[in-house]
């Protein structure tokens, strides 16, 4: 479905980048079709250009005529001046994809032509080796056909996963958020492979290999976690002393309220920020 499609990045941060580089090793769009563009810092778009076979363009240069898929991918705080400056440019059919971490569909389709196609997505840092996890969710105004092609495209990065934007708080606290966890798990656990006597390599190693072991076994058997858990724990072994002492020291609990904490917080930032950029384009039509 992309086939000769053209995508312009607005924004040459790091999650432009890491779906520029699924995108040109998945060669499912041309190299010559992919341009990027930034607020200032030409010597970005130079070596983004260099390094993937791609068009890097100022902004005052950046022409959307015959831009089929627009990536706002600013930093959120720039999202007002950025939007500002490609609402005359933009055409009824061309889809917007938006990774501006809390702003909303509805937000963006207020401040961009009527009818405009809107779909917020949500990556995580994992995109970079092409193995994120992202929720998208289609706007009022987007068709199932467009919904399908922001699937196959960011399919470039990792598995995707449509979600109602309703959801996006607890997605943003589980998987957004969730690479986190992990490597504070793993902290802890290179700590006391150290303390024992492992080296550094061979213990990020044993650790690594371990959480992909377990994430697989999640995926192929279909098993619910809670019976993978007890398949592996013998009564009176070691792991179900590990268990213990994680239930006694409220591992279960925390982990609990790190995923609320933080699903919390990214609702307290979507009305923050949104707040922020509505009162900026007030002030703009004062």
Do not use: W
Not at 222 to 237: I, Y
């Amino acid at each position: 479905m992309l086939g000769q499609k053209s995508i312009a990045f607005i924004g040459a941060g790091s999650m432009a980048e890491a779906m520029i580089s699924g995108i040109v090793t998945a060669k499912n769009i041309e190299q010559t079709n992919i341009i990027v563009t930034n607020r200032s810092k030409n010597e970005r778009l130079t070596e983004l250009q260099e390094k993937y076979g791609i068009i890097g363009v100022k902004r005052e240069n950046l022409n959307l005529d015959n831009i089929d898929i627009i990536v706002l991918a600013m930093k959120p705080k720039d999202a007002e001046t950025s939007l500002q400056s490609i609402i005359d440019k933009l055409k009824p059919n061309q889809l917007i994809l938006s990774i501006l971490a809390g702003v909303t569909t509805s937000f963006i389709e207020q401040n961009l032509p009527l009818g405009q196609q809107v779909i917020r997505v949500m990556p995580n840092t994992s995109s970079m080796i092409g193995e994120s996890a992202t929720a998208i969710s289609a706007g009022k105004h987007t068709s199932k056909q467009n919904l399908s092609l922001a699937e196959e495209l960011l399919q470039c990065i990792g598995e995707v996963y449509v979600i109602p934007e309703e959801k996006m708080d607890i997605f943003t606290g589980i998987a957004g958020s969730g690479p986190a966890y992990f490597y504070y798990l793993m902290e802890h656990m290179e700590k006391e492979g150290l303390k024992g006597g492992l080296n550094t390599q061979i213990t990020r190693k044993i650790i690594a290999q371990t959480i992909v072991g377990a994430a697989k076994m999640l995926q192929e058997q279909g098993e619910p976690p809670k019976v993978l858990r007890e398949k592996v724990t013998s009564p009176n072994g070691t792991t179900a002393a590990g268990l213990a002492a994680l239930k006694m020291h409220g591992g279960g609990n925390a982990i609990s309220e790190a995923i609320k904490q933080a699903t919390k917080r990214s609702k307290e930032i979507s009305f923050q920020l949104e707040k922020s950029l509505m009162d900026d384009f007030k002030t703009k039509v004062i």
